[in-house]
């Protein structure tokens, strides 16, 4: 009896961890960005002559839609970058630029990505775009059941990737005004795959229709 016992309480206890885990209770909370702090982040060109300059160079003018990209290897990454990308014709219309930023840039990794990611993509070595507080999803992505489900819907959807680089701090999205006007839209990820990012973004709204 003592035995069943503590195996219906081991099975209990792994139940309970299970629950929790696929709740947002023990996710950190995001914190939004500054214009001022984006602004000044430093960027730099990927070509082997590489320039550095700050990041509001990339909106400006016309506004812009960076995509933080978690790990360009990633099947999950690389699905979100073509659900963006699948916005360019209308973004071009507006005349809004669409980037991407990475964390690192590993052997192949970049020049692989770009196939699914239709606009340029930059190093932000100083992770800036993943702060100003860093998230980490660590191995309790693995266990939830919404993490699995953009597995298989990625998976489904014929992309495939690698595990060369970091991926476990997360990335996110900003829509940018253009000058002054601010961050109009900023999505944190919340587990690897989240593509609420993309379904957010209106582009008959976005930064170019703002007067």
Same mark, same amino acid.
């Given at each position: 009896?003592?035995?069943?016992?503590? &195996?219906?309480?081991?099975?209990?206890?792994?139940?309970?961890? %299970?629950?929790?885990?696929?709740? *947002?209770?023990?996710?950190?909370?995001?914190?939004?960005?500054? %214009?001022?702090?984006?602004?000044?982040?430093?960027? /730099?060109?990927?070509?082997? *002559?590489?320039?550095?300059?700050?990041?509001?160079?990339?909106?400006?003018?016309?506004?812009?839609?960076?995509?933080?990209? $978690?790990?360009? #290897?990633?099947?999950?990454?690389?699905?979100?970058?073509?659900?963006?990308?699948?916005?360019?014709? /209308?973004?071009?219309?507006?005349?809004?630029?669409?980037?991407?930023?990475?964390?690192?840039?590993?052997?192949?990794?970049?020049?692989?990505?770009?196939?699914?990611?239709?606009?340029?993509?930059?190093? *932000?070595?100083?992770?800036?775009?993943? #702060?100003?507080?860093?998230?980490?999803?660590?191995?309790?992505?693995?266990? $939830?059941?919404?993490?699995?489900?953009?597995?298989? $819907?990625?998976?489904? &959807? =014929?992309?495939?990737?690698? %595990?060369? =680089?970091?991926?476990?701090?997360?990335? =996110?999205?900003?829509?940018?005004?253009?000058? /002054?006007?601010?961050?109009?839209?900023?999505? $944190?990820?919340?587990?690897?795959? *989240?593509?609420?990012?993309?379904?957010?973004?209106?582009?008959?709204?976005?930064?170019?229709? /703002?007067?």
């Amino acid at each position: 009896m003592g035995m069943w016992s503590i &195996g219906a309480g081991a099975i209990g206890a792994a139940a309970l961890a %299970l629950l929790l885990a696929n709740t *947002d209770m023990f996710l950190v909370k995001p914190q939004k960005a500054a %214009l001022e702090y984006l602004e000044d982040i430093d960027l /730099k060109t990927l070509e082997k *002559d590489a320039v550095t300059f700050k990041a509001k160079a990339l909106w400006e003018k016309n506004g812009a839609v960076i995509m933080a990209v $978690r790990r360009p #290897g990633c099947f999950l990454c690389r699905e979100e970058a073509a659900d963006l990308s699948s916005l360019k014709p /209308k973004l071009d219309e507006l005349g809004v630029p669409l980037y991407a930023v990475v964390k690192e840039h590993v052997m192949n990794e970049v020049k692989d990505f770009q196939p699914y990611f239709k606009g340029e993509v930059f190093l *932000d070595e100083k992770k800036m775009f993943y #702060g100003p507080q860093r998230r980490k999803m660590m191995f309790m992505g693995f266990v $939830r059941l919404g993490v699995w489900q953009n597995f298989f $819907r990625a998976w489904n &959807g =014929g992309f495939s990737g690698n %595990l060369e =680089g970091e991926g476990f701090i997360l990335g =996110g999205l900003f829509v940018m005004g253009p000058g /002054k006007q601010g961050i109009l839209l900023e999505h $944190r990820e919340k587990e690897f795959g *989240d593509l609420e990012a993309a379904r957010k973004i209106k582009p008959q709204s976005s930064a170019s229709e /703002k007067k």
